[in-house]
């Protein structure tokens, strides 16, 4: 490990481990193999290990536990080989209908990128995207990287409601909206795909290290795969 982690103590019960400060694919590996390994560890009072882009925070119980003690264990952790996840990551085939009232923002994206809409829409679906962290909301996945030329910023005004299902781009990242919810994020499409259900085993469709490969649909196909998903 080329790095040099820090240990950062974020509040009565919460530590993060920070492992740089760049996003790329290399750091968020390290932070997902070492919050595999706290899982694993299974240290006294730890509740809950929450991966980030270059950060993994520990929670734990303070009425079991403390700051001092789990640093400890955590530095003991740092201090080793931690193995690597497991390399057989799902792969998800996302279909979305790009463009129209489901992708508002399409339109300006092409104008600033200097390309058609429909260009925007093949260069967003050629690539497989690194899930690098939930957050924001429950199941929103923060993908990377899009193409270079399609890399455009967030929105000056956030809007107060975007669809759930909705797909954006801010910057080099891209990502779906679970549920409703306000966000400045670029809608360029929507997936009748849910991220997130309760009446699923596991609610989150997506996790940290999975991939994520956009499929193109129109407009029928959509609305037939939103039936299936009702």
């Known amino acids: 490990m080329n790095v040099i982690p820090r240990i950062v103590p974020l509040s009565e019960q ?9 996003i790329d694919l290399q750091t968020n590996k390290l932070v997902l193999d070492f919050a595999a390994t706290v899982e694993r560890a ?9 991966p980030t882009y270059r950060s993994a925070t520990i929670y734990f119980n303070p009425l079991l536990t403390d700051a001092a003690a789990v640093t400890a264990q955590l530095r003991l952790l740092l201090a080793t080989a931690f193995p690597a996840t497991d390399p057989a990551h799902t792969t998800h085939h996302i279909p979305v209908c790009y463009g129209g ?10 104008e600033q990128s ?3 809409p429909a260009q925007v829409i093949t260069l967003h679906a050629s690539v497989t995207y690194h899930v690098y962290m939930l ?21 000056p005004t956030p809007r107060k409601q ?3 299902g909705s797909v954006g781009i801010a910057g080099s990242q891209t990502g779906i909206y679970p549920q409703a919810s306000p966000g400045g994020w670029r809608i360029i499409g929507r997936t009748p795909v849910h991220l997130f259900s309760l ?21 029928e196909e959509f609305r037939d795969l939103s039936s299936d998903h009702t």
């Open 101 to 110: 009232e489901l992708g508002p923002d399409l339109i300006d994206v092409a």
């Open 199 to 219: 009446t699923r085993p596991q609610p989150f469709l997506v996790a940290a290290g999975d991939q994520v490969q956009f499929i193109p649909i129109d407009m």
């Open 162 to 164: 975007v669809a759930a």
């Open 14 to 22: 919460g530590l993060t481990v920070e492992f740089g400060e760049t």
């Open 135 to 155: 957050g924001f909301s429950p199941g929103f996945p923060y993908l990377g990287m899009v193409p270079d030329r399609i890399v455009a910023p967030r929105l």
């Open 114 to 116: 200097g390309l058609t």
């Open 42 to 50: 299974t240290i006294p009072g730890v509740m809950e290990v929450v």
